[in-house]
Each structure stands twice: as C-alpha cells, then as structure tokens.
C-alpha cells in the first residue's frame, strides 16, 4: 500500500503554495491549474500535497501539535532557510536542538505550521 497524497485545508490557497514552492521546492505539476480554493503541489520523492480551502469559514484550527515537516541536507541548510523566512517578514525564532535534530518551527500562511530540520 502506497500513502498516495496529503490535504491541507488553508485559509488561502495561493499565500500558502507560494511558501512552500519558494522556500521548499514544492511546484504545481504540469497541466494542473490552481484556482483560489485548490491547488497540488509535488515534490521530487513523489509527495502530493493538496491545499483546500476552508469553505465559508475564514480560519483553520489544527490541533496544537499538529504540523508538516521538512528535512534539509545539513544544519546550515536549516540557519539560510530561517533567515529567509525572517527577512521576508515571518515570525520565526532562532533554530535550536530539539528532538535530536536542528530544528525550528513557524506559521505558515494559510494556517498551519512547518517544522525544518537536519
């Protein structure tokens, strides 16, 4: 059995692709157009990650431990892509060790949150 795609609901659909395909390399495959309630977004692995929005309602509300993670190739990997985040204007905190990995987390737009680690 093959796990064969993720949904994430999200407040808005083009805010939160454009996270994750300019800083995580996520990109729409070809011939599929995104519209302002879904878009897909796949990965080199194989991942397919759908975004949905919520219906009528304005906000997303996961549980408090609920997130999407990211491994990247080394810990100054993880250092760049926290500064990007910062300078683009996300509130994000300095990555620390946690877990046993070099970590750090942050809200994404649409209303769910990243982990990034090596």
């Not at 070809?30 to 304005?58: C, K, N, Q, W, Y």
Request: hydrophobic fraction near 40%; include cysteine.
């Amino acid at each position: 059995m093959t796990l064969n795609h993720l949904n994430l609901t999200v407040t808005d659909v083009a805010e939160a692709k454009g996270c994750l395909e300019t800083y995580f390399g996520l990109r729409s495959p070809e011939g599929v157009e995104p519209d302002d309630s879904f878009a897909v977004l796949i990965d080199d692995a194989g991942l397919v990650l759908t975004l949905m929005t919520v219906g009528r309602a304005t906000e997303v509300v996961y549980p408090p431990s609920f997130h999407i993670g990211f491994i990247v190739e080394n810990e100054g990997r993880v250092n760049e892509l926290n500064e990007q985040l910062k300078s683009a204007g996300f509130d994000v905190k300095p990555p620390r060790r946690f877990h046993g990995a070099w970590t750090f987390y942050f809200k994404a737009p649409g209303g769910f949150t990243v982990e990034v680690q090596s």
